[in-house]
């Protein structure tokens, strides 16, 4: 006997176990940038134990380590799709410890401590550029060209003065050659500062075809920073220094050409 049509929507079986919403998983995926941050922040902050206490090099391989960190946090919120202002907001916090205060600190207590006020003045010139380039990337983010930054960024200025240390980690005796230092650290203070445009690398695709010497290249970078990693690594980082004013130059020379009439008016 056959049963009769069932007339009206069909009731859903009760399930035991039901998967997640979506809006739930993404609520999960922003706390993995977030824990990257926070890896950062104690980075930079055991960075600063360690140059209080003497333990310079140490305290500036911290500082890269933390800005191996810095860069792996975006990329992972931009991969999962779990970018958000708090995790922006977060992470330039986190950046001011670890890419402000602790290589100021550690410049300090390797050639800046000896000169008394202007030892000072040096070091806090320096975070308070570097916080301000944090300040107006927050502000221009949505406005700027993603594949440059305006100035350079604070993980390659917090590079550039940590960079230094890692050289030659004993404290610096000659002053003249601690006035140098103070000037170098101006030198990049400004360049945080500046407008000059420096390469952001967003654009450079994981999952794009990339020819096979692309891979060769990377394992002789890979293979040099194993064998000598202050020398490779402080070559890398002059590159990407002189790169923004060079790009700077190289757009001025394109709209010279393109309004040849534009410098005379």
């Known amino acids: 006997m056959k049963r009769p049509p069932r007339i009206g929507p069909r009731r859903p079986r009760p399930r035991l176990f039901r998967p997640p919403a979506p809006e739930h998983l993404r609520r999960g995926i922003y706390l993995l940038p977030s824990l990257f941050t926070v890896a950062n922040l104690f980075f930079g902050f055991w960075a600063i134990i360690d140059a209080i206490n003497g333990h310079l090099e140490r305290g500036g391989w911290l500082i890269f380590l933390a800005g191996i960190l810095d860069g792996l946090d975006g990329r992972i919120a931009r991969l999962a799709g779990a970018s958000s202002a708090f995790g922006r907001e977060y992470d330039s916090l986190a950046d001011v410890i670890s890419f402000g205060v602790a290589p100021a600190i550690l410049a300090y207590q390797w050639a800046l401590r000896d000169m ?5 003045v040096v070091g806090f010139l320096f975070v308070v550029a570097g916080s301000v380039r944090l300040a107006r990337f927050n502000i221009k983010v949505e406005q700027s060209d993603p594949r440059y930054f305006t100035g350079l960024p604070i993980p390659g200025g917090a590079a550039a003065a940590v960079m230094l240390v890692l050289v030659d980690p004993a404290p610096v005796i000659d002053p003249r050659f601690k006035i140098l230092v103070g000037l170098y650290l101006l030198l990049i203070a400004l360049l945080m500062v500046s407008d000059l ?9 994981l999952r794009r ?3 096979a010497t692309l891979f060769f290249v990377i394992a002789v970078v890979v293979a040099m920073i194993a064998a ?3 020398v490779t690594l402080a070559v890398m980082l002059c590159v990407y220094l002189v790169a923004g004013p060079i790009e700077w ?6 709209q010279r050409s393109l309004h040849p009439g534009a410098d005379g008016r």
């Open 116 to 120: 008394g006020r202007w030892g000072l």
């Open 228 to 230: 000598t990693p202050v």
């Open 197 to 205: 445009p420096y390469r952001t690398f967003k654009n450079v695709g």
């Open 249 to 254: 130059l190289l757009r001025r020379s394109r």
């Open 209 to 211: 075809r990339w020819p």
